[in-house]
């Protein structure tokens, strides 16, 4: 696989004053370098994840920024730039490193993966760049326990615990399904892939954590 460090360049911004108690805490625990390599990592996982090998498999994507800053929420992907809220970094209690690489990990999926030009549902959407940060072992203590959830498409940590359940039936199935979705989305997709409707790959998957 092409070296993404080779084509890609990577830029971290701290936009919000030096002195706020979440950019003075970034700084502290994570820093440009820390940024800066987990950015290029998260890129080389996620073209490893998704099998997206050779350059015409993935987008054209040359540059990446991350912009730390003051905001509310906690993270948000625009084209190719991550907004990170240095107001969710000051008021975090637990392992902030591990919680910053993870979410770095989940938006960074939305830079690289498809979206069906539009047509992928937003919680399948979230479910994969959560499965990323699932196969990556940043899933933070407060996600979901695999089978809880109601629906298969409510997004987050409940999708991709449903979707990683999914990988374990066919194994490349996350990838594959990034592929399908390149320019289309449709939820046969899973009958294609599987064998089996969503909602009765879902019940199963309910089944087998309730027993």
């Known amino acids: 696989m092409e070296s993404n460090s080779a084509v890609i360049q990577y830029h971290v911004i ?8 979440g950019s003075v805490r970034y700084a502290q625990e994570i820093g440009i370098e820390l940024s800066k390599q987990t950015l290029t990592n998260a890129t080389d996982f ?12 993935r987008k054209g994507v040359q540059e990446i920024s991350l912009i730390i800053e003051d905001m509310e929420g906690v993270a948000y992907t625009d084209d190719n730039e991550i907004h990170f809220s240095t107001k969710y970094v000051a008021n975090y209690s637990e392992d902030l490193k591990s919680e910053v690489i993870g979410i770095l990990y989940h938006e960074m999926t939305h830079i690289w ?10 919680g ?17 203590s407060h996600w979901v326990q695999p089978g809880q959830g109601e629906r298969w498409d409510q997004g987050y940590d409940v999708t991709s615990r449903f979707l990683d359940y999914c990988n374990d039936l066919r194994d490349g199935f996350g990838a594959d399904l990034n592929k399908k979705m ?15 409707p ?3 790959l879902w019940n199963e998957y309910k089944a087998k954590h309730t027993r």
Request: proline share 5%.
């Open 14 to 21: 701290i936009n919000s004053p030096r002195t706020s108690t």
């Open 46 to 57: 996620i073209w490893t994840l998704l099998q997206l090998n050779k350059e015409t498999e």
């Open 113 to 122: 993966q498809w979206n069906g030009n539009g047509k992928t549902p937003g």
């Open 124 to 140: 399948l959407i979230e479910g994969i760049a959560d499965l990323v940060r699932l196969k990556a072992n940043y899933a933070p």
């Open 182 to 196: 390149r320019s289309d989305y449709k939820v046969e997709y899973f009958v294609e892939l599987l064998g089996k």
């Open 198 to 200: 969503v909602h009765q």
